[in-house]
């Protein structure tokens, strides 16, 4: 028996983030394993807990101690989703003031296949911080899915993804 590939399923505070449960199930249903890595404030905004049992792995939210060994399998690639206005330029900046952060300007240097899905209003899409982040990662080789193909409005009338899109367009990446 072959072993699973292994995604960091990366994601922020965007009101997307409520849904990842749906992903980590598309993902396992496609081979995959999947490490949940949050952002702190998108950590309070889920179960943290459910997703644990969900993916069979820790969330991680924030860095490990220098003496602790990472709970997590390496990954294979990186699944960035959602992706907020703010830690799309971080990254683009290579600042890593989140573990989430740091992990995708990590895994960035080593070169693992990554997609990114925006949840980003239009008006901040037209910010020139993030158009020049934007083309700094595709320069990188970072495949950015286009936001108004994946997001949809929820019964709340908050962002939601069409999480299906999301691992489609990840898995034909791969």
Not at 63 to 91: C, G, S, W, Y
Request: some cysteine; proline content about 9%.
């Amino acid at each position: 028996m072959s072993e699973q590939r292994v995604v960091y399923l990366v994601a922020a505070a965007a009101p997307p983030v409520r849904q990842l449960a749906e992903p980590l199930g598309l993902l396992r249903e496609s081979g995959w394993s999947a490490c949940v890595v949050l952002t702190p404030t998108a950590a309070s905004w889920v179960n943290v807990a459910a997703l644990e049992a969900d993916s069979g792995f820790p969330v991680r939210v924030h860095p490990r101690l220098p003496h602790e060994q990472d709970p997590l399998p390496p990954a294979d690639a990186v699944l960035a989703a959602p992706m907020t206005f703010n830690t799309i330029n971080k990254v683009a900046g290579g600042i890593s003031d989140t573990l989430a952060a740091s992990l995708l300007n990590e895994l960035l240097g080593v070169g693992l296949p990554m997609v990114f899905a925006p949840c980003v209003k239009q008006a901040l899409r037209s910010h020139p911080a993030y158009q020049s982040g934007v083309e700094r990662l595709r320069g990188c080789g970072i495949r950015l899915l286009d936001p108004d193909s994946l997001t949809c409005r929820g019964e709340d009338g908050l962002a939601a993804f069409r999480w299906d899109a999301v691992t489609s367009a990840f898995l034909q990446t791969m």
